[in-house]
C-alpha cells in the first residue's frame, strides 16, 4: 500500500469539498482491496442534516459501483484555504458506515500531509461497532 499516494488522493478530493456554512474542507481516499480508488469530500446543505461526510461519499462511490472489498482509506481535512493542520478523524456515523464494509483490522489514516499522518485500525477508533449479527 502506497500510503503517500492514497494520503495525495485524498488532499485533491478535498479540494472538491462543498463546504460554505463551515467553511471546513475534507477529504477522503478510499482503497479497494484490487487497488482501485475511490475518492469523496464533504458536501454541506443548508438543511444541515442533509449534508454528506467525505468518508461516506468514498464509500457511497464505491459499493455504488459493486465494490466490497477494501483495505484502507486515508482522511484530511482543516479550514478552507490553508493545508490541514490538524488531523482529522471520522465522525461518529462515518466510524459506523466503514463498520458496515471493513473489519476492525481495516486501514484508516489520518493525514496533514503525505509525510505527517498517523495509521490506526477501524477496532480502535470504534471498538464496539453496532452490528445485526
Keep these: 500500500m502506497d500510503i503517500p499516494k492514497l494520503i495525495t488522493a485524498a488532499l485533491a478530493a478535498r479540494e472538491q469539498a462543498y463546504a460554505p456554512y463551515s467553511r471546513f474542507y475534507v477529504g477522503a481516499a478510499l482503497l479497494t482491496g484490487e487497488g482501485r480508488v475511490?475518492?469523496?469530500c464533504n458536501i454541506e446543505n443548508g438543511a444541515y442534516?442533509?449534508?454528506n461526510c467525505a468518508e461516506r461519499t468514498a464509500v457511497f462511490k464505491a459499493v455504488s459501483e459493486g465494490e466490497r472489498d477494501f483495505a484502507a482509506i486515508?482522511?484530511?481535512g482543516g479550514p478552507a484555504g490553508s493545508a490541514p493542520q490538524a488531523l482529522c478523524?471520522?465522525?461518529g456515523i462515518c466510524r459506523q458506515v466503514l463498520s458496515e464494509f471493513c473489519s476492525?483490522?481495516?486501514t484508516v489514516i489520518l493525514a496533514k500531509s503525505a509525510q505527517d499522518?498517523?495509521?490506526h485500525t477501524l477496532g480502535e477508533l470504534?471498538?464496539?461497532a453496532f452490528s445485526l449479527d
Aim: net charge negative; charged share 10%; aromatic share 14%.
Design 38 to 40: 475511490y475518492t469523496g
Design 49 to 51: 442534516p442533509a449534508g
Design 74 to 76: 486515508a482522511i484530511v
Design 89 to 91: 478523524p471520522p465522525c
Design 104 to 106: 476492525a483490522d481495516f
Design 117 to 119: 499522518y498517523e495509521v
Design 126 to 128: 470504534l471498538p464496539l
